[in-house]
Each structure stands twice: as C-alpha cells, then as structure tokens.
C-alpha cells in the first residue's frame, strides 16, 4: 500500500480538530472536501463528485466549490443545519518548505453566520446559551452580527416563562451546559423538534469563578456589577459558554461585544408561544409570512436596524406607564408634525445597516464598500439632527444622543474613492491626492504601461508585422506575440519563450527590464494600499462603542417615525395609560383586517371593563365575529403598552401584565395530545398564571369534547376566570351561559348582532348588550356551501333535538331541577395542577360525563336519535312531525314566494308526511 500523501496527512490531522464541521480545505483556487464530508456536501449542494489517489488502497472521495463563491456554499450548508469549518494557508506558497502550512480561521455555524444576503435583515439572529445551578435557569443570547449580548435569569419555578423567552428569541442555535445535557435531555429534544441546532458545551472552564472571569476580560471590567447579573450565577456561567464559542469558532477578538445588557421578563408583558401565535404578532399561523401578521402592518421603518427594533418591542410590550408614556411623547410629536416626521423618513432612506456594518469592521470583513455606505450614513445624520433640534424638547433630547461621528465619515471619504472595488487586495482603493507615495507608485504603473504601448508600436514598424502585440500573464510576464504566418519576419534579437497553436511568443531583455519596473511598482502599490486600508478599518473599530451607540438612537428615531407614520395612515389615536383596572376602547378596531379590507369599511366596536367587571361572555354565530372582536381588544392593548397609538376613536388602558390566549383548534401528534387536549392543557396554563392584572381571551372551550361535557367545563372554567379577577373576553356557542349574568357581579353578556331574513341571515359585525339562544350553525353550514340534502337533514335532526330536550329533565343535576340553576352548576377544585369537578349539593367527585347529565343515575337526558325505547315511539314521532312542520311554516318568507312556490312547498310537505306515516 502507497503511504498516505503528505497532504492528506495534513488534511486528516485538520478534520480531527473539528469532527462536527464540514470541513472546507483551501488547495489553490478552491475549497475542496474528502471522504464522508465530500459525500455530504455533494449531496446538500448538488455538486460533482469526483474521487482522487490518497494513497490509499481506493480512491477518496473528493468534491470542491472555487473560493471566489464559497460564501453561498457555505451558508447553504448552515441553513440545512451544519457547521462548517474554514481552512485556509496561512503562509505565502512561494515561502513555504513543503507543504504550505494550513489552519482553521473560522467555524461558522447557524448561530455565527454573516451572510447578509441569507440572514434576514429586519430579524436579529440569535446565538442562545443556557445554563441551570442550583434551582436557577440562566439565558444568554448574543447577535454575533451586531454584538447585541443579552441575559437573564429564571428559578425552577418559572420554567414556562424561560422556555417561552427561548421560542421569542427563535435561536438557530442553542448551546446547553453539560448539566443541562445530563439531567434535561427530554427538554434538549424538545428544543430540537422545534427546529434549533442543540450543541452541548464542554465541561472544562465552566465553573462560576471562570465565567465571571471570562466576562470581565471580555468587557475589561473588575467587576459585572454595572451589568446588573454580578448576583445571577447561572446566568453569568450562560454568558460565558456563549462568549467562549463564539471566540471559539472565529478566531477573533470581538472588538463590537461592549456591553452585556441583562434583564427581567417582569419588565414586559409576558406572552406565551400560544398567545403570540394566535394573536399573530409577528407571522401568520397558516403561512409563517410577516405579511397579514401584525408587524407587518406597523412596520414601516426604513432601515434594517429599525426593523429589528421594532419587532423587539412589539414581542415585547412594556408595563411600566411612564415608561410607555415616554414612548408616546415622541410618536405624539412626528404626529403633529408631519413635515418633519416625512423629512426624517426621507433622510433615513440613505442610511444603511449600521449594527451589521459595525460587525464587519470587527471582524475585519468591511471591505471598501462597506466603509463607503458607513460613511454616506454617518453625513446623512446631521441634517437630521438639525430638524430634530428644532422640534419640541421630546425630539431635541433624542437628536442630543446621536454621535454623527463626523471626523470618521470625512476620513473614510478623504482615503477611499467613491466606488472601491470590491477586494481589497487588487489595489484601485486609495483615492488620488491622499498619499503621496500611492500617486507615484500609480503614475509610474500608469507610465509603463503607456511605454508598453509604445513598444508594440515601434516593433510594429521595425518588423513590418501589423498584428505583432505586446501582452501579459502571470506564468511569463510581458511577451511579444507573432503569428505563424508573419515567423520569417522576427528579428533575431527576439527570445522564443512560449509556442501555441497559431504562434510563438518571444520576449526580450529590454521588455523584461521593464517588466520588472512595472511589476514591481504594481505590486507596492498593491501592498500600499491595502496597508492604508487597514489602517482607515482599524481607526473606524477603535470608535465602535461610539457607532454602536448610534446605530441604536437612529434605530429608534426610525421605529418612533415609523409608529407615527402608521397612526396617521390608519386614523391611530393616542390611548390614555395608567396603572389602574379598567379598560374603555370607543371605536375599536382590528388593525389587520382593517388594513386588509381598506378604511372606512371595517365595523367599528366598543369595549369596557370597569372596575369591578372580569368577565364579557360573548355569544353569536359563527362568522358573525367573536374572534376577531376578541383578538382586536388583545391587540389594542398590547399595541398600547409597545407605546403606539391604536386603531380607535378613543381609549384608555390599565397596564396589564400577561396576555392569553386560547383560540383555535389545533393537535400536537407528536406528544400524542389530541386537539382537545391541547386545548386543555392550554386553559389550565390560563388558570395556574392568570392574575387580576391579567387579559384573558377564551374562544369556544369545551368544543372538542361532548356536548354536555364541553358546556359543564366552559361554565366551570368561565367561574374560576371570573373568581380570579383577570379581565377576560369568553366567545361560546354554550348560549345557556348567558345565565351567569343573573347571579355574578362581574359578568357581562354581550353577543353579536345578526339580522334574519328567512333562512339566510347577514352579519352585522356589531357588538351588543345581551346573549342569543340559538347558534345559527345550521345557517352558517349553509353559507359554507354544504349541500342542501345535508342542510335539511340537519333541520330535520335539529327539530327532533329540541323537541327532546323541551320534554326531558334538565340535564345536570336530577330531574325535578331546572337546567343549571346557579346554587346546583358544577364547580372546579384546583389543586397542584389538577382539577376536579364537583356537584355542590353532595361535593361528591364526578368522574364520568353521565354523573353531569343525569345526576340520579338514570337516562332521561339521553336523546333516541335513530330508534325509539318505548311504545309511545309513534305519539312522540307525531309530535316531532308536528313540530317540525310548524317550525318550517315560521320560517317561511311569504313576501318572497310566489303562488307556484306555494303549491310546491305544500306538496312537498304533504310527500313527507306520507312518507313518514
């Protein structure tokens, strides 16, 4: 067997420092892979696979991507969820004895990619650790990108918010302690079946005393202390791991990693993954598109930076009112004053991403064109100061906290010209009257070339060859070209150097001294300026604090503006804050589908919640509109503590602290829960959470299950929500709750309006005071396209249903009692996480839905649909016959019909009849 080539050694030895990665080996102008990473990566990418002689007994697999468009390679790879391990030389080849030596200058991960034409640029991407000691869970997440650093901290207790926190950062990207690994690997695999690359962390130089080390060499501080998280253990050791990898895996310093903001979730509204999809913040459910969501309706910043802000502050709404009425100050200014609100959008128009392009000058990835668009928006930054200044005190304090950074921006435009190419080792950066040794350099470049000119024009005529030139390459150099035809005429003095196919290529001593001259020149120039440019890189890093800064007020200016614009399109008002209970919404609307329908169409609605009142029991048809009345109130509240105006005539708002939300029908097959389930599980996270402060959204609980056991928990679960005090909007089709009106304080019904006409009705869209007793669903199924045998038969069952149930005993509690009378309803015990109803006149357990429907045990509240038990069966079916023709003569529209339609109704009836004697 051959030996294994030196370069395979190499490449080998490379590979077993970084198993896990792709590994992307530099030979000349490509990246090349062997063996199981080439078999991967031909797969994934798509590209040839070829093989080549290792000196192994078969050939290796092999497959490569040139260097000059690896990037996109390399970020297809990290999408589908692989790492991917950068090789390069790191010696110049000429110097080299044997083989050139090669090392790692990057691993990039989904959590450190940079690729702004893969990574969305109004989304943070975010690179999350996490740690647990004691009985503390510790979060760290870190933009790579933009240096935002994160972190924050939660006891065991708390593990819903913390496993909530980590679904709002959406990481690609989760690294876990090794403790978590070892004692939470049901949680791990939770993560991963939600799509997040799960990477364990090695255990060495993990220790508390470490981390705060490693945090305090990062941010040079003797203490973490100003970061708020000296006392938060776990939280400190999460942010460490984070830092480590990262340092890990590129190589580099991380000059833009300034600062470590820690925080608390009690800072903001806690939403929970079910409420921020139902609600649909900031992605549809049905198509995951930020259009139709609700950020993409209040998005209309103009810089990428601002994007990202705002859809912080919409996932995460503040509870502290001055703090919201801070916010509001400065949109109610770019409100009234419209032309500078457009002024200012106008001028944010030329700004580009300062957060990414501060990234790039710390990796030392900026090229010349990114310096450029860094200093074009830095001098776009005063004329908007300006404007600011001259606002009210609200706007000239913001203007007061933006650093233009003027001397960097003249300092980039005096070195650079305007349109740099893109490398920034080909020369052509420098701009002409800079420096003076790059002006020389680049006249005598420029003079030999012209002198090269003259030369193919003298040997022209000294030779008589017409089609003689002088030309170039990097193997020869400067060479004479003659075709074959014109070789008698080639002077003696001409050195044959190179023959082709049609020709024969010659230099001489005089053209290779000048080659020298020319060559060399080129190449200090080159040098030259590529040494100037770092230097102008290096003086724009040793401001990133400073710019960082920056970025982060325009971000803001941009999101104020922003808010400001869509509260004058859209007819916005200002809402009233304040620290009390009560919530009072004239007018209000539901800011997606009134986009989405146009002004002046949507239906307009009142809410109140005064002091006192917990719950609105909101009954209707389908379509009619519960929902979307339901989800417009969530809406509106939450829009008003981001600190936006809302979609209403006027409003005023108590500060809430959560949200909920169970809305919809949807299973979780691969936990084995089924819709009903899920639904449960949802509302009993309601119960176990929901405070006073709280606002509740509960649409159709109970729908999953029977109809008597969907009713008993609907009145149980409505009960517990009103003794809790939380606000809540409860939609149901169970009308007989409307009775819980009678006897609580805090109830309030309200319904939907319709208006019948015949069999069809139209929907007004228009809360009322009051509850319905009737569905509608018959009606609905209708509209929906069901067909009209289906339809009728429905009728026919529906009749005979409600015949039943006017003759049977009330279902509930025992024959000789109405139906759900308030002092006999079934009432919830929760305890440790469990529920049990009870019937209260004995507060005997009920474990089976039949103890709910007949209380003595017999089956009066059973309905016969499709046979009969006694021999009254024919005087019942009569009465249902009966009742069923009355029902449909109520029904009819006589005003409609004509006579033949008449003729043919009763001739249809009287088939019936026949029939069913």
């Not at 770019?334 to 500078?340: A, E, H, K, P, R």
């Not at 015949?803 to 509690?813: L, T, Y």
Request: charged residues 25%; negative net charge.
């Amino acid at each position: 067997m051959k030996a294994v080539t030196p370069m395979m050694r190499q490449y080998q030895e490379i590979k077993n420092r970084q198993p896990d990665a792709i590994l992307f080996f530099r030979l000349g102008d490509f990246y090349e892979m062997f063996g199981p990473d080439a078999l991967l990566a031909s797969r994934e990418l798509e590209i040839t696979l070829t093989g080549r002689d290792a000196g192994l007994k078969e050939r290796i697999p092999m497959c490569g991507v040139p260097y000059h468009s690896a990037q996109g390679y390399i970020s297809r790879l990290v999408e589908k969820g692989y790492k991917v391990a950068i090789c390069e030389q790191v010696e110049d080849p000429a110097a080299a004895k044997g083989i050139v030596r090669r090392e790692i200058v990057r691993v990039v991960t989904p959590g450190t990619l940079m690729d702004t034409n893969v990574l969305e640029e109004k989304s943070n991407n975010y690179l999350v650790a996490v740690a647990h000691l004691s009985d503390e869970w510790g979060l760290a997440a870190l933009d790579v990108f933009t240096g935002d650093f994160l972190t924050a901290r939660w006891h065991d207790r708390d593990m819903a918010a913390f496993q909530a926190e980590i679904l709002r950062l959406s990481p690609k990207e989760l690294l876990v302690h090794p403790v978590v690994a070892a004692n939470f690997a049901d949680l791990a695999e939770g993560w991963r079946k939600q799509g997040i690359l799960v990477s364990p962390f090695p255990a060495e130089g993990l220790t508390l005393e470490q981390a705060t080390t490693v945090l305090k060499r990062q941010f040079q501080l003797s203490s973490l202390e100003a970061f708020g998280c000296a006392h938060w253990p776990a939280a400190i050791v999460a942010a460490a791991i984070n830092l480590r990898y990262v340092q890990e895996t590129q190589r580099a310093n991380l000059p833009h990693i300034t600062r470590l903001r820690s925080y608390t979730t009690e800072r903001f509204m806690r939403l929970d993954p079910a409420t921020r999809r139902n609600l649909e913040l900031t992605q549809t459910m049905r198509e995951g598109s930020r259009k139709g969501a609700l950020l993409g309706v209040i998005d209309k910043t103009i810089t990428a930076m601002g994007g990202r802000l705002i859809k912080r502050w919409l996932e995460q709404p503040l509870t502290d009112a001055e703090a919201i009425c801070q916010r509001q100050a400065v949109v109610s200014a770019l409100v009234d004053d419209g032309l500078m609100r457009q002024d200012i959008r106008a001028g944010l128009r030329t700004v580009y991403d300062l957060e990414r392009l501060a990234g790039k000058v710390a990796y030392g990835s900026a090229n010349g064109r990114d310096l450029i668009a860094l200093a074009s928006s830095l001098e776009a930054l005063p004329p908007l100061l300006d404007k600011l200044r001259q606002g009210p005190p609200v706007l000239d304090r913001l203007a007061r906290q933006i650093d233009p950074l003027t001397p960097v921006a003249q300092c980039i435009v005096e070195t650079l010209v305007d349109e740099p190419p893109v490398s920034v080792r080909d020369g052509g950066l420098i701009r002409s009257g800079f420096h003076p040794e790059v002006d020389e350099l680049r006249d005598s470049a420029g003079s030999g070339k012209e002198w090269l000119a003259r030369i193919e024009q003298r040997e022209r005529e000294r030779t008589g060859i017409r089609s003689l030139k002088v030309g170039f390459n990097k193997v020869f150099g400067y060479y004479i070209e003659v075709s074959k035809a014109n070789m008698a005429s080639v002077p003696a003095d001409y050195i044959r150097k190179q023959t082709l196919t049609n020709g024969e290529r010659y230099i001489t001593p005089e053209l290779k001294t000048y080659e020298e001259k020319i060559l060399g020149a080129e190449e200090k120039l080159t040098q030259l300026e590529y040494g100037l440019f770092t230097e102008l890189r290096d003086a724009v890093e040793a401001v990133l604090p400073q710019l960082q800064k920056t970025a982060e007020q325009v971000a803001h200016l941009d999101v104020f503006a922003s808010l400001a614009q869509v509260a004058v399109e859209q007819g916005y008002v200002c809402p009233a804050i304040h620290d009390g209970m009560e919530i009072q919404i004239q007018g209000g609307r539901h800011p997606v589908v009134e986009a989405h329908l146009g002004p002046g169409v949507f239906v307009p609605n009142d809410t109140r919640f005064d002091d006192g009142e917990a719950l609105l029991l909101i009954t209707g048809p389908n379509m009619a509109g519960k929902s979307t009345y339901m989800r417009q109130v969530a809406l509106i509240v939450l829009l008003a503590q981001v600190g936006s105006f809302v979609p209403a005539t006027s409003a005023s708002v108590g500060v809430v602290d959560r949200i909920f939300t169970r809305v919809g029908a949807s299973d979780d097959l691969a936990t084995g829960q089924s819709t009903f389930m899920v639904e449960m599980t949802e509302v009993a996270h309601i119960l176990h959470h929901a405070t006073p402060r709280s606002l509740v959204i509960l649409d159709e609980v109970g729908r999953g299950t029977s109809t008597f056991d969907g009713m008993a928990i609907a009145w149980a679960v409505a009960e517990a929500i009103q003794r809790l005090g939380a606000k809540s909007l409860f939609a149901t089709h169970y009308h007989e709750l409307v009775r819980l009106e009678e006897r609580l304080p805090s109830v309030r019904c309200y319904t939907i309006a319709v208006r019948e006409s015949g069999d069809d009705i139209v929907f007004l869209h228009q809360i009322r005071p009051g509850g319905v007793n009737k569905s509608y669903g018959i009606q609905v199924a209708r509209l929906a396209g069901l067909p009209s045998s289906v339809i009728l038969r429905a009728r026919e069952i529906l009749a005979g249903l409600e015949s039943n149930q006017d003759k049977r005993p009330a279902p509930g509690v025992n024959p000789s009692t109405a139906w759900m009378p308030l002092e006999c309803t079934v009432h919830t015990h929760i305890e440790g996480g469990e529920a049990t109803f009870c019937h209260p006149s004995t507060e005997k357990d009920i474990t089976d839905a039949s103890d709910v429907l007949v209380a003595d045990g017999g089956d009066a509240g059973q309905l016969m649909l499709f046979g009969e038990k006694d021999s009254s069966a024919v005087q019942r079916k009569d009465s249902e016959t009966a009742s069923r023709l009355v029902d449909e003569l109520g029904r009819l529209d006589i005003n409609r019909m004509t006579p033949l339609d008449a003729l043919n109704w009763l001739a249809k009836q009287q088939k019936k009849l026949k029939r069913g004697r």
